[in-house]
T-cell receptor, first 117, second 114 residues
């Protein structure tokens, strides 16, 4: 079946502008994650959604970052007033529902490469 | 807090050489361990995973990893690498719990020379 898809694949924006990044998870996956991959920082967790539970926002680097997930499927990551240090590849991943004591592998999308000029 | 260390940042090997990439984690509880691979121009793919049971796990493309709990290690191995194994390899851990978020190592860039 189809994998995780993300759009756009590349985004160039000027410093101070807002950007929205989109993620379509694998159908049937209820858990959705955002990560960021940047030089010097490696891969960092940003935010996690599962079903109607409150998201885990513990990885968001500042209040300029927010994310939502509508209808339990598509998710949008928004970065307001972008800064040059926001330049990175933003990765989305999805997995089956997480249960206490359980674990499922995460499937990653191709990412959105964000460049802030 | 959980953390993952990958000791080799850049490895260069000739084809048919054996590979071992180190991975150590810090977390005292039950962990789930992963190796992901990112081939040039492609997205992250799961290579292998350990959840429980046999500590020697086998993954795709002839890779294997051994979970040694006493050493907090999960090293990746392959007896004979190929040029097509050129990629970046990431070790990751999660402690289960409510979110299952992954903590990644900094990655090892492997270049295999033909």
């Amino acid at each position: 079946g189809a994998g995780v898809s993300q759009s756009p694949s590349n985004k160039v924006t000027e410093k101070g502008k807002d950007v929205e990044l989109r993620c379509d998870p694998i159908s049937g996956h209820t858990a959705l994650y955002w990560y960021r991959q940047s030089l010097g920082q490696g891969l960092e967790f940003l935010i996690y959604f599962q079903g109607n539970s409150a998201p885990d926002k513990s990885g968001l680097p500042s209040d300029r970052f927010s994310a939502e997930r509508t209808g339990g499927s598509v998710s949008t990551l928004t970065i307001q007033r972008t800064q040059q240090e926001d330049s990175a590849v933003y990765l989305c991943a999805s997995s089956h529902r997480i249960t206490i004591g359980g674990a499922y592998e995460q499937y990653f999308g191709p990412g959105t490469r964000l460049t802030v000029t | 807090a959980q953390s993952v260390s990958q000791h080799n940042h850049h490895v260069i090997l000739s084809e048919a050489a054996s590979l071992e990439l180190g991975c150590n984690y810090s977390y005292g509880g039950t962990v789930n361990l992963f190796w992901y691979v990112q081939y040039p121009g492609q997205h992250l793919q799961l290579l292998l995973k350990y959840f429980s049971g046999d500590p020697l796990v086998k993954g795709i493309k002839g890779f294997e990893a051994e979970f040694i709990k006493s050493k907090f290690s999960f090293n990746l191995r392959k007896p004979s690498v190929q040029w097509s194994d050129t990629a970046e390899y990431f070790c990751a851990v999660n402690g289960g719990g409510a979110t299952n978020k992954l903590i990644f190592g900094t990655g090892t860039l492997l270049a295999v020379q033909p």
